[in-house]
């Protein structure tokens, strides 16, 4: 599986508010897509940039589309952890999803 796509920018995207209906009118998946970003937004505590310059978002599949999840106001919605995005996305009827980490270093590559 090519990871490519995740660094490019998404054509499609949905709110956090549309997936409830989404997911009523089986629009989307079961499975998601976890990928590693530059923090964007800025706030207190794990928001600082300079300490935590990387973030967790999300992309889902609507109508078979890979679709980035943005916020309310229009901007890539952002998780600062695993533990609270896992929580959520069970909350919102995910069983399954990839995670995927091309930013931050590993111990060993190829």
């Not at 989404?22 to 928001?47: E, H, P, S």
Request: aromatic residues 12%; hydrophobic residues 35%.
């Amino acid at each position: 599986m090519s990871h490519d796509v995740y660094s490019k920018e998404f054509r499609l995207s949905v709110t956090t508010s549309d997936l409830p209906d989404l997911y009523a009118t089986w629009r989307l998946d079961d499975n998601a897509i976890v990928y590693r970003v530059k923090r964007l937004q800025q706030g207190g505590g794990f928001g600082n940039p300079s300490n935590h310059p990387y973030t967790w978002a999300l992309a889902v599949y609507v109508d078979g589309q890979l679709t980035c999840v943005k916020s309310a106001r229009g901007k890539i919605r952002e998780w600062n952890s695993l533990d609270r995005l896992e929580k959520w996305l069970r909350q919102h009827g995910f069983r399954q999803w990839q995670v995927v980490n091309e930013l931050d270093d590993v111990a060993m590559s190829r």
